[in-house]
């Protein structure tokens, strides 16, 4: 399985969706098309943990003094349902591998993976 979720008006996604090879993925915007819940626990399966998929740069996170609470896993599954904006993006699934959020790091292993 090859995806992507990404968000259209970050410059960031668009920039690594011109930047990566994305023939063959499934393109999956997040605003216009929610993430369900079923999507949610697919990615979870693969990290390992909702905190990992958690955007913890989104204005939300800061406006809702979010970074001065305890969260538990179940809060960040809440919140990523909730609100696209919370979702660390772009999110790539290649196989049964995940690659979460724009660091050049995770970019570079990507771009190794589908070659």
């Known amino acids: ?3 992507v979720y990404f ?3 970050c ?3 668009r920039r690594i969706l011109k930047e990566v090879n994305t023939d063959g993925f499934e393109r999956q915007e997040i605003k ?6 079923d999507q949610l626990e697919e990615m979870y399966a ?3 943990s909702y905190e990992a998929l958690f955007n913890k740069r989104a204005k939300l996170y800061k406006s809702m003094d979010l970074k001065n609470q305890t969260l538990s896993e179940a ?3 809440q919140f990523l349902l909730g609100e696209y904006t919370f979702l660390k993006r772009p ?3 290649v196989d049964e591998e995940i690659f979460i959020g ?5 970019i570079e292993a990507l771009k190794e993976k589908i070659g």
């Open 1 to 3: 399985m090859k995806k």
């Open 32 to 37: 216009t098309n929610n993430l369900t819940a």
């Open 75 to 77: 809060d960040y599954r």
């Open 91 to 93: 999110v790539f699934i």
């Open 102 to 106: 724009n660091s050049k790091k995770v």
């Open 11 to 13: 410059d960031t996604c």
């Open 46 to 48: 693969i990290s390992g």
């Open 7 to 9: 968000l259209q008006t």
